[in-house]
């Protein structure tokens, strides 16, 4: 297993899969129970993985190469660094969380819990894939589970968000399947000096030649690669489809869209983008400074307006990647570790979000923020635990979310004067949405129709106290996360910014 | 007139022809089967099944035999030729097992099933001989022996109004496209004092035919052929052919004469037209037939609600995009098309009998009764989703390889914004594909929507179809050989 450990972390939820759908649909338990460990064999990986992994290289680590189509020199090439270790991470966290959060489901067990672990593949397979056409695979294949995930269990508008969903991101990987390949005819081997897909050589600028030597291509793929990540992200316009497809998608599978989808779109950007077209990202760095200010104020506002939980946290989440594109434009060592940090902690307190929506939301079956009131005299335990999350989310100090963002801000401030002296009003207005949905729902008068509500269950309990733990140890000491992928981020500042 | 008209056929000849031989013998054997057995379906059944069996095997051996012309030059038999053979007699072998089992062809009182298993003998030889016919006199002769077997296939409910309608209308477009086209033949004779391919190739390449000329040879032709794979301007029959003739029949027109229509064009233009480029650029007049033929039928499709009506609209819009493969004029571009033709007859074939299987129980194929199938028939319908995303393009489906290929071709030749055109009809394509996935799992079956049972020959003959339209899409590294070998000796390249 330690020869093929990515290989294991991204196939054990096949397997698991396929043994689902090979197994009768009466047997319900069983089903969740080989969900449940086809997620936990990732996860222990996973720490494996987070115990091993060396923090002082900014080369790829536990890489298998094979050839896969030797015509087309395709490979099948996986390898994680410290940009895509924090990620494989948070997926397999909340990928196993999320099998728990879900134990309640009994619409079609079996197609719920064999597409959710597909999901898991296809998330886990884009982390670690080093050649593009293997990535373009994976990040394909993720749609399909996620198609049917929220058209199949979701809300009332369900077929509206799962459609929307599926053209507005599939739009945005046609644009990269072209850039791909674009690359794909335009870098050399070194070795063969044939066309490669390897993504490790088209970041090598020394092999790039054909088109890819005009500035006007390079911007062109530049910008195709941009919107296929941004749609992902969601960056301000292609934001659209996410308040739908979060609102109508079941709680686990909101949990992982908002903490692990998104950041595909700004992994891809640090991956893809940034590495393989320096000249353009170092070009594009106020426009990318700009949207992220406007993500981050944006959502926002929006999210004030809302009165329904789970579109707040929604747009909270436009709002929060909005941190991670500022960062990420700030090009200094501050603001992308920040940038990278954020992706980290928004994946984790934005899952707390969602998981307590979904505690509430299965009981009271509704989400109304103004229907409530009261609730912290009912359910204490639960109240705590969602103000955790809440005030995680405004960036209290001692919470992880703070030591990100004040890292963003610390590094887009020299680079972004201005821009950044807006955006940091999002604070203030993300403080505004989270406090006033707080007194909304648990301070105030008690609404005396949920007298008989019950506390939350050990099981719900248990999917979001681990959560809760990591996000109060890295916002005091945030260490264990950034030493994991310091250096290699350094290196890609290095590459870029030069 | 060219050195090779003269060579006098030889009975060796045949030799070289055997899948169509057997093909031809089948039709006629199967005629005679079912005069002599006319209560018995099952002899013509059989031995026309076991004829394209056989054209199957044959093909198959055939593929790595020498390359050579035969027939006095008439028919080449090259690796093109013997890929294409190989795809039609799967292409048949499949029809007939859908057929079979199909209520629309089996289950009605009529007298003789017979001839129809006849016909697709017969209509699959032709289209072997569109594949390998380098004379204008072949060329015509395999047209229109396809063709006329296809118009009485289209008529085949003889009671139906709708399928008389359909035959009736396929039978006018067809007789008007292919005396257009007989017209460019005619002229292109006139030109060039040859019949055989190679002969007007010389010709031109010596400079005959001004600009304006060949112009309209290339236009008065592509009437023919359009007409043939329902390109854009020329697709109008098609949907009303599908949705009036009986869905096996369907499913067969979409691929077989298609992919025909394909392999005569990809021989014509490759070698005849190819030295007259310099003088008329019919790559970007086909560029803006392949742009016109994707979009229109992609957006036209979003608007139907009889899946088989919606599936003949998608495969116009497969023949665009083929089109963009065709015009390349590379290697590279004729292997991804050849790649495509073999992924689009499983996945379409898929997809169509799939329509079969639900409309023999349901009697159906308007997309509201596909409501709720993805539960009540699990197992098919998950297979049908399989068809649709590879339809679509999307990993891990050959679909998406097929269209990958075709992408990179047209990339590699720097046709950027035809890439692009490609790719965001795929997006659009991707909206009414899923229309049919949204009805069969999101919309709730009423409550008393009948059982759909599936034949066990269609449930058989779709894991066939489904397994490699899954599996391709993992790997795929020998099917892609194959394409590669078969135009390994193309002349032209």
């Known amino acids: 297993m330690a020869d093929h450990l990515l290989s294991w972390m991204t196939f054990a939820p096949v397997v698991g899969a396929a043994v689902i759908t090979g197994l009768p649909g009466r047997y319900k338990d069983l089903t969740k129970w080989i969900a449940a460990a086809a997620t936990a064999v990732p996860l222990l990986l996973a720490v494996q993985l987070f115990l091993q992994f060396d923090r002082t290289t900014a080369n790829m680590q536990f890489t298998e190469h094979y050839t896969w189509i030797k015509s087309f020199n395709i490979e099948y090439f996986l390898g994680v660094d410290g940009l895509s270790v924090p990620m494989v991470l948070l997926t397999a966290l909340l990928s196993f969380l999320c099998i728990i959060a879900s134990w309640r489901i009994d619409k079609a067990v079996k197609g719920y819990f064999s597409l959710f672990l597909l999901l898991e593949a296809g998330m886990m397979g884009v982390f670690c894939s080093l050649d593009f056409f293997l990535f373009y695979v994976f990040w394909e294949v993720m749609l399909l589970p996620m198609y049917f995930l929220i058209g199949i269990w979701g809300g009332p508008r369900k077929e509206y968000a799962a459609i929307k969903f599926f053209l507005y991101t599939l739009a945005g990987s046609v644009l990269m399947l072209l850039a791909m390949i674009a690359f794909y005819y335009n870098v050399k081997d070194p070795v063969t000096g044939g066309h490669t897909f390897n993504m490790l050589h088209m970041m090598d600028q020394a092999n790039h030649g054909g088109i890819l030597a005009l500035s006007n291509v390079r911007f062109v793929i530049w910008m195709g690669l941009f919107i296929g990540f941004a749609i992902k992200v969601p960056v301000f316009p292609f934001h659209t489809w996410l308040p739908d497809a979060h609102v109508e998608a079941p709680t686990a599978v909101s949990v992982i869209l908002a903490g692990v989808l998104l950041k595909m779109g700004t992994y891809g950007l640090l991956r893809i983008s940034y590495p393989m077209l320096p000249d353009q990202a170092v070009g594009f760095m106020v426009p990318m400074a700009i949207l992220g200010a406007i993500n981050i104020l944006y959502g926002a506002f929006c999210a004030m307006a809302q009165t329904d939980m789970k579109k707040l946290v929604a747009y909270s989440s436009v709002s929060h990647m909005g941190y991670v594109l500022l960062g990420m434009s700030a090009m200094n060592e501050a603001g992308i570790n920040g940038a990278v940090l954020q992706m980290f902690n928004h994946g984790t307190i934005t899952a707390m979000m969602f998981l307590c929506v979904g505690v509430i939301y299965d009981r009271a079956h509704h989400r109304d923020i103004n229907g409530f009131g009261g609730l912290g005299l009912q359910l204490p335990v639960y109240t705590s635990v969602f103000s955790f999350a809440l005030f995680a989310a405004v960036g209290l100090p001692g919470l992880s979310g703070f030591v990100s963002e004040a890292m963003v801000f610390i590094g887009a401030f020299p680079t972004h004067r201005t821009i950044t002296i807006v955006s940091a009003l999002g604070i203030v207005v993300g403080a505004a949405y989270v406090l006033w949905m707080l007194q909304r729902v648990f301070l105030g008068e008690k609404n005396a129709k949920y007298d008989s509500l019950p506390e939350i269950s050990a099981r719900e309990l248990f999917t979001l106290v681990p959560i809760g733990i990591i996000v109060l140890v890295l916002g005091v000491y945030p260490m264990p996360v950034l030493d994991l992928m310091k250096v290699s981020l350094n290196h890609l500042i290095k590459v870029v910014a030069g | ?493």
């Not at chain 2, 054209?55 to 008439?74: C, M, Q, S």
């Not at chain 2, 480029?277 to 992609?298: C, E, F, G, K, Q």
């Not at chain 2, 992924?343 to 009998?353: S, T």
């Open chain 2, 1 to 493: 007139m060219s050195m090779d008209m003269l060579q006098i056929p030889d009975w060796s000849d045949l030799g070289g022809f055997l899948p169509e031989v057997v093909l031809f013998g089948a039709f006629l054997l199967a005629l005679l089967g079912d005069l002599v057995a006319r209560k018995r379906p099952v002899v013509p059944f059989a031995i026309a099944l076991v004829g394209a069996l056989t054209a199957l095997v044959l093909a198959f051996v055939g593929l790595d035999a020498p390359e050579r012309t035969i027939l006095g030059g008439l028919v080449a038999v090259d690796g093109m030729a013997a890929f294409f053979r190989l795809l039609f007699a799967l292409v048949a072998v499949v029809t007939m097992m859908i057929s079979w089992a199909s209520e629309e062809i089996m289950g009605r009182s009529r007298e003789s099933k017979g001839e129809y298993y006849a016909l697709i003998a017969l209509m699959t030889g032709g289209m072997m001989v569109m594949a390998e016919a380098r004379d204008l006199l072949m060329l015509y002769l395999s047209l229109e022996l396809v063709s006329l077997s296809s118009y009485v296939m289209a008529g085949y409910m003889r009671n139906s109004l709708r399928a008389t309608e359909a035959s009736l209308k396929y039978v006018i477009f067809g007789a008007v496209s292919s005396g257009i086209m007989l017209y460019g033949l005619s002229l292109l004779y006139g030109l060039t004092g040859s019949l055989s391919y190679l002969g007007i190739r010389d010709a031109l390449a010596a400079g005959a035919g001004d600009p304006l000329s060949l112009l309209t040879i290339c236009v008065l032709l592509l009437a023919g052929l359009g007409y043939k794979i329902a390109m854009v301007p020329f697709h109008f029959w098609a949907p009303d052919v599908y949705e009036g003739a009986p869905t096996p029949v369907a499913a067969f027109f979409s691929v077989g004469p298609k992919a025909a229509g394909f392999a005569l064009m990809v021989r014509f233009f490759y070698t005849v037209m190819q030295p007259a480029i310099d003088r008329v650029d019919w790559r970007l007049l086909i560029a803006v037939l392949s742009v016109a033929t994707m979009t229109y039928a992609n957006l036209v499709a979003v608007r139907q609600v009889n899946v088989k009506r919606l599936l003949a609209y998608s495969s116009i819009a497969h023949a665009g995009y083929l089109l963009m493969g065709f015009l390349m004029l590379t290697a590279e571009g004729l292997q991804a098309i050849l790649f495509y033709l073999l992924v689009y007859a499983l996945m379409n074939l898929g997809a169509f009998l799939f329509v079969v299987a639900i409309n023999n129980s349901l009697k159906s194929e308007h997309l509201d009764d596909y409501a709720g199938l993805g539960f009540r028939s699990p197992w098919a319908a998950a297979m049908m989703t399989v068809f649709l995303f590879s339809l679509t393009g999307l990993p891990p489906t050959a679909g998406f390889i097929g269209k990958f290929y075709l992408f990179a071709a047209v990339m590699h030749e720097g046709w950027y914004w035809l890439a692009i055109v490609g790719v965001l009809n795929s997006v659009v394509s991707l909206f009414y594909y899923m229309k049919i996935a949204r009805t069969m799992y999101f919309t709730k079956a009423p409550a008393d929507a009948p059982a759909v049972p599936i034949a066990p020959l269609h449930y058989v003959t779709m894991v066939l179809l489904a397994a490699p339209t899954l599996l391709l899409g993992l790997y795929w590294g020998g099917f892609k050989a194959l394409a590669d070998r078969a135009i390994q000796h193309f002349t032209a390249l």
